[in-house]
């Protein structure tokens, strides 16, 4: 086929084609917010709750799992949490109060 660009490949580590959930950590209602993304959520939040992850979950005390959301593709959650990070905070409590108006520890509810 002359004249045609050969095809590119792209080729995806088994990671990347695993799905990923964006999630939201806080230390009480209304209060300090983190958002995270991660391709196992019991195993990154337990993480924050014990204070394996040094920085800031750690130093303010952020353990309670508030808000999350599940993707199939690790590119659309990360994606995702960029968009949510520069959302207002207004923005960030809403879609909390939406799912979680009772600001519940959601992490007892994953396993």
Not at 43 to 53: A, D, T
């Given at each position: 086929m002359a004249?045609?660009?050969?095809?590119?490949?792209?080729?995806h580590d088994d990671v990347m084609s695993h799905g990923g959930y964006v999630y939201i950590m806080t230390n009480r209602p209304n209060g300090i917010l983190y958002v995270g993304v991660t391709n196992d959520l019991i195993?990154?939040?337990?993480?924050?709750?014990?204070?394996?992850?040094k920085g800031f979950t750690q130093r303010y005390g952020l353990k309670r799992l508030v808000y999350f959301e599940a993707f199939d593709e690790i590119q659309t959650a990360i994606q995702r949490e960029h968009n949510i990070k520069h959302w207002p905070r207004t923005w960030k409590i809403r879609i909390i109060l939406a799912e979680n108006p009772d600001w519940n520890d959601l992490y007892d509810t994953l396993a």
């Open positions: 004249g045609l660009v050969p095809a590119i490949h792209v080729f195993r990154r939040v337990f993480e924050h709750r014990s204070g394996l992850i």
